[in-house]
């Protein structure tokens, strides 16, 4: 077996020997056992699912958030001989069709898709008929609620998993703590034994940290950028509009600069990549959008010039620097004023208790069983989409909900011939059932859209025969067919005892998790302000033995002593803006009377009821964004307190 793994590595991947890590995690697999991998940014977690899905009979599913990871390891994949596809929302009609029949067919090795596409049902019922023989799960640390990327969808893979019969699992990750790999163990039933870590250290990574105020960080960056000896190049920052900010800067300067956000159109986003990809001198100005899963191995420089959100964010951005083994730098310009902005993300994702006890009577009032938008109850609660998922998978672990399948309230679809040609193509009761649901769609100027719960209620048919006849039509090519309105389906278990005890102790976990994310800031700059080898307390933290000094970080290039910062930039709050906030706050009950919520509105936070009272555009919107959130929390308390 060793031989023929060698084998398959080389003539396949063109290694001609493993990596540390990589053959004892493939072994693991081949003898039929889960396991996790926790490998450096470019510490090769790819060839631990690639290389088995060769040597396994069935499917490879692989999870990943990254689409970008999906196109580049499938582009690689295909250029070996290996039969690899996506599924993903830029895939054409066409392709699509050809990725599903493929699927079908039995004739793809590797299938990589998103963990939102779970939450498609036509997906769902797909996956039932295929032999998986291993489900790979890639940033598999965004499954614990202590990981610095918690994702609420993580924590159903381990079900789906199950559901579909997947014969083994494999979790991976870059960047997870002792107690974040514990927390992936249990949720995928991974023994211990077979949870293999490699060291973090890479001699070739020189770490510097460098104190820089506000003012000076532009011109700092463009000094480094001048004096450095070229090579492909990215730089960090927390907001699009400093991405675009910064470009600018670059390209006044003379620099081959672009910049790289979510809020870019796709096609642009893909042309900077490719850009990127095929030169050796690019500058890519981005947010953390850029890099995850990109495999460019002689990216010679990675800058972060706004503070990271998390060491591990830190540490898997750096690792994407110097893959090839030649000697990278990596550098952190600390900037203190950078913590309002970070704090703002945190503190705007945490709802008032009065929201999590709204979001609980909207859910319990609506029957044994429901199905239920997220999008409208983030939107009547005032609590963020993404906060709105953790709460009920909370309620779902805590055994209060089961959840179901989800399911598109409506499709649409656009025939490719007449209606008469395709009912052409059925016979007996096929045509009859098809004839019905045609009946039943509602045309629009070229689209026909249908609610297919009262589609199947009056007709007397299953809702799930319906859907397969719409998947089965684009399927031949005889429809184009999209679902809208994704609803979430919950059985409910058990009724809370008290809600407001329920909404409490929900309300305090949220507030954990927000201290937990403020803490990791905090983490950041000791790490920067750190006196001691860095390189060595940062490997520290995911499991390497510390070292006395390593020789190429900041530290241990100063000598001795710790990194000195300007002190963080102190703002007051003007009474007379003061009085004009809790004015506005009087007009708009609604929407500011929740300390928190006022607090965000200052900050220039948005929330669902801000954007509903159209308060975003306010005057006072963000006027209070050099204040931190806490002071502003903490100058309401008193005026509560004052007012009693």
Known sequence: MTESLTRILEERFGHTEFLPGQREVIGALLEGHSAAAVFPTGGGKSICYQLPA????????????????????????????????????????????????????????????????????????????????????????????????????????????????A???????ATATDEVLRDVCASFEIAPEHAIRTPFYRPNLRLLTTAATQ?????????????????????????????????????????????????????ERAATQDWFFASDTAIVVA????????????????????LPKSLEGYAQEIGRAGRDGNASVCELLVCQDDLNTLENFVFGDTPSRGAVAELLDAVF??????DVSLQQLSASSDIRLLVVRTLLTYLELDGYLEGGTPLYSEFQFQPQKSSAEILAEFEGEPRQFLANVFRRAKKGRTWFTLDVDRTAREIGADRGRVVRALE?????????????????????????????????????????????????????????????????????????????????????????????????????????????????QSEQPEALAEPRALARFLCGVGSPRLSR????????????????????????RLEHEARD
């Open 54 to 165: 060769l040597a396994l009979d069935g499917l490879t599913l692989v999870v990943s958030p990254l689409i970008a990871l999906m196109k580049d390891q499938i582009d690689a994949l295909v250029a070996r001989g290996v039969r690899a596809q996506r599924l993903d929302s830029t895939l054409s009609a066409d392709e699509y069709r050809e990725v599903v029949r493929a699927l079908r067919a039995g004739e793809l090795r590797l299938l990589y898709v998103a963990p939102e596409r779970f939450n498609n049902e036509r997906f769902r019922g797909m996956l039932e008929n295929l032999h998986i023989a291993l489900f790979a799960v890639d940033e598999a640390h965004c499954i614990s609620e202590w990981g610095h990327n918690f994702r609420p969808d993580y924590l159903k893979l381990a079900r789906f998993a199950h559901d579909c019969g």
């Open 167 to 173: 014969e083994r699992i494999l979790a991976l990750t």
């Open 215 to 267: 003012g000076e960080r532009e011109a700092l960056l463009v000094k480094r950028l001048r004096e450095r000896t070229p090579g492909a190049t990215i730089v960090y920052v927390t907001l699009q509009r400093t991405a675009e900010a910064i470009r600018d800067r670059l390209i006044g300067a003379g620099l081959n600069a672009r910049a790289y956000h979510a809020g870019m159109e796709d096609d």
């Open 287 to 306: 947010t953390i959008a850029f890099g995850m899963g990109i495999d460019k191995p002689d990216i010679r420089y990675v800058f972060h010039f706004n």
């Open 365 to 370: 009032e609506l029957g044994q069983s429901f």
């Open 472 to 584: 089965a039509l684009h399927e031949r090519g005889l429809l184009e067919v999209r679902a809208k309105g994704v609803r979430q389906r919950y059985r409910k278990l058990r009724e809370p005892e008290s809600r407001a005890d329920l909404a409490d102790s929900l309300h305090q976990r949220m507030l954990r998790r927000e201290r937990s994310e403020i803490g990791r800031l905090s983490d950041v700059l000791q790490w920067a302000t750190l006196d001691g080898c860095q390189v060595s307390a940062l490997g520290s933290r995911f499991g390497d033995p510390p070292k006395e000094s390593c020789g190429h970080c900041a530290w241990c290039e100063r000598g001795q002593g710790a990194l000195e910062l300007p002190p963080r930039p102190q703002a007051s709050i003007p009474d007379g803006l003061w009085t004009q906030a809790l004015a506005l």
């Open 613 to 636: 009272a159209r308060l975003s555009s306010h005057p006072l919107f963000g006027c209070l964004r050099e204040v931190p959130f806490s002071e502003i929390l903490e100058r309401e």
